[in-house]
Nanobody, 123 residues
Framework: QVELVESGGGLVQPGGSLRLSCAAS????????MGWYRQAPGKQREVVAR???????EYADSVKGRFTISRADTKNTVYLVMNSLKPEDTAVYYC?????????????????WGQGTQVTVSS
């Protein structure tokens, strides 16, 4: 139906930067929102940043001022620029999107998750 492909994770030293990308493809009629979540070992998945189709943005308190989310609507792509990374940012980062599918008389809603990309912050 809708596939999300993530890229950009890796190993970085504390204080460093990474840029994550997530591209959505498939039978997409429209996308309402896109976002990034993360899950550290032994912890629950938590929201990192989200952006709506109207451009409204929210960040987790722990990343405000350090992370920036943006999207390219024409490409159904969302980005996450992560600066001043800390060891506690280490986690698997997942892309998420919700919207409506095309190809039907009445568009049907969908929610999709990416496969996850590992971000490790360590010296």
């Amino acid at each position: 139906q809708v596939e999300l492909v993530e890229s950009g994770g890796g190993l970085v030293q504390p204080g460093g930067s990474l840029r994550l990308s997530c591209a959505a493809s498939g039978n997409i009629f429209s996308i309402n929102g896109m976002g990034w979540y993360r899950q550290a070992p032994g912890k629950q998945r938590e929201v990192v940043a989200r952006i709506t189709s109207g451009g409204s943005i929210e960040y987790a308190d722990s990343v405000k001022g350090r992370f920036t989310i943006s999207r390219a609507d024409t490409k159904n792509t969302v980005y996450l620029v992560m600066n001043s990374l800390k060891p506690e940012d280490t986690a698997v980062y997942y892309c998420n999107t919700a919207g409506y599918l095309s190809g039907e008389a009445v568009p049907r809603p969908f929610v999709s998750w990416g496969q996850g990309t590992q971000v490790t912050v360590s010296s």
